[in-house]
Each structure stands twice: as structure tokens, then as C-alpha cells.
């Protein structure tokens, strides 16, 4: 009878990959949630902007997460964080600085550590690779603390986030473009993706509010779509922002509206029959 073969990993990457330093991939000090970040920002190119949000955007962690998980890195030496001054040694901000090896560290073998237990007449524990000593219980404690702080926080932020999602569609149907009944899955994900892309409630009912108001206008834009076509689609939401063309045609369309009827209005106070009024609008008194 043939033996089971052990499940084996198979590698199918040919093009548009990125090259991860083994002594991260393999440093067990580090947890898989800042191996995954790392990898994220090394595939990003040389001066790329460093906004949390984006790197909260290419994930399901929530904020609070994601900024543990930099912070790991700069504590473990792959990053770090340095101020940038203009020529007066005045503070403009800073940059961060991904290194392929941690700084002052010795490169990991990728095996378990073992610690000796120094309490007598104990056996040390075999469900756990690692044995924790005296010395390091204390330690032990304080990470699983902030192991339940930072779920307790990420568990926050999901409810805020569903909150959020739901004052959203809320706000979406008071629109009178298209109403929906209840929330289905396909739009929490399109809400809960447009949150972490444009920062906030705040700005995605903004551009909802805009489409609202040219699709109610007289401009010719009348497209009536769905909360998810208009968040997930190319021509949608993204359209309205600052530099969306349909958000600055309908503005400039609302000028030259806006300029024609102050003309009509002119027009129609020259034909008064008070002379005095005449002469005020043609600027002759």
C-alpha cells in the first residue's frame, strides 16, 4: 500500500511578480499580517506615495490593523521612518524606507526557537514549539494583551464599518434614482470598497449627492443606475470626483446656464417702464 503524499506547493507565476527577500518570508518573529504588507509595499515602485489608506484598500484588515502591522516592521528593522527638512532644517514631513534585511538583526534560519524552561519540576509543554521561561512570561502576557486589544479594535472597526455601510445605502435611496428594498451582499462589498477608497461616509455620499444632482437636472446625463453599478463601475462614481469629465462638463454646463438666465433677467428688467431703473441697469445713473 502506497504511502500518502504530503500536499505539495506548485508554482504557477510567470510574469508581474515580485521578489520577496527570504530572511522576511522566514523571520518568525514577525507575523504573517507584516510579511503580507511588506510584500505589498515592495511591489510598489520607487517614490510611490505612502497613504495608509491605500494600503488598507488592497486588503480585508481594517485600519487599525494595517497600522500595527507597519509598525511591526519598523520595530523589526524592515522599516523605518525618517523626517525630510527643507534647506532650512525646517520639518516637511517624512519618508519611509523598506529595507530587504532587518537593520542590526541576525538573518532568521527559519526554524523554531527553543527555550529552556527554568521552573523545576515542570515538563515543558508539547502542544508549543516554544517553551516560555520565567523571564518571558511576563512578555508573553503583554503581546497576548495587545493581540486582544487589537481584535477588540478591529472587531470595532467592522461594526463601524457596517454602520457606515448602512447610512450609506440609507442615503442612496433618498436620492429617488433607483430604491432598493435590503441590502444584499454584492452591494456591502461595493459600499464597504468605496469606503476605503475615498476615506470615509463623508466624501462617498458627497459624490452620490453630486450624481443625485445632475441626474435630476436638466443636463442631458440621465443614467439610472444601481448603488453597486455606480460604485463598481468605470464610468460611475469615480466620474463625479474633482477630476471626474462628467462632474466637470455638468459644471460647466451649469455655468453657461447660470449665465444665459442672469441675461434673461437682464432683458426682462430693461423692459420696465421706470426710466430711473432703466438707466441703473445700463450703468448711466
Known amino acids: 500500500m502506497e504511502k500518502e503524499k504530503m500536499p505539495t506547493l506548485i508554482k504557477n507565476i510567470d510574469v508581474n511578480f515580485t521578489q520577496v527577500n527570504n530572511n522576511v518570508i522566514l523571520d518568525i518573529d514577525l507575523t504573517y499580517k507584516a510579511k503580507g504588507i511588506y510584500a505589498y509595499l515592495v511591489s510598489r515602485p520607487d517614490n510611490w506615495k ?28 524592515y522599516l523605518e521612518r525618517k523626517l525630510t527638512k527643507d534647506n532650512k532644517g525646517k520639518i516637511t514631513g517624512y519618508n519611509y524606507i523598506i529595507y530587504a534585511e532587518a537593520k542590526n538583526k541576525t538573518p532568521s534560519t527559519g526554524k523554531p526557537r527553543q527555550r529552556e524552561n527554568t521552573v523545576k519540576g515542570k515538563t515543558p509543554s508539547l502542544n508549543n514549539t516554544e517553551v516560555i521561561n520565567n523571564t518571558d512570561k511576563e512578555k508573553y502576557k503583554k503581546e497576548k494583551k495587545a493581540e486582544q486589544q487589537e481584535l477588540q479594535l478591529e472587531q470595532k472597526d467592522k461594526r463601524s464599518v457596517k454602520k ?12 429617488d434614482i433607483i430604491k432598493h428594498r435590503k441590502l444584499n451582499k454584492e452591494q456591502i462589498k461595493a459600499i464597504e470598497t468605496a469606503l476605503k ?89
Open 164 to 175: 457606515d455601510v448602512q447610512l450609506i445605502f440609507d442615503f442612496w435611496n433618498e436620492q
Open 197 to 285: 477608497q475615498y476615506g470615509g461616509i463623508d466624501r462617498v455620499c458627497a459624490l452620490i449627492a453630486r450624481y443625485s444632482n445632475v441626474y435630476h437636472s436638466d443636463y442631458f446625463f440621465d443614467y439610472s443606475w444601481r448603488i453597486e453599478e455606480f460604485l463598481k463601475r468605470k464610468t460611475g462614481i469615480s466620474e463625479f470626483d474633482d477630476e471626474g469629465s462628467k462632474f466637470k462638463s455638468f459644471c460647466k454646463w451649469k455655468s453657461k446656464q447660470e449665465d444665459v438666465a442672469e441675461k434673461d433677467e437682464d432683458y426682462i428688467n430693461l423692459n420696465t417702464s421706470d426710466p430711473e431703473e432703466q438707466k441703473k441697469l445700463l450703468g448711466l445713473a
Open 50 to 77: 505612502f497613504y495608509i489608506n491605500n494600503i488598507v484598500s488592497q486588503s480585508s484588515n481594517g485600519k487599525t490593523s494595517v497600522q500595527s502591522g507597519i509598525k511591526e516592521l519598523e520595530e523589526a528593522g
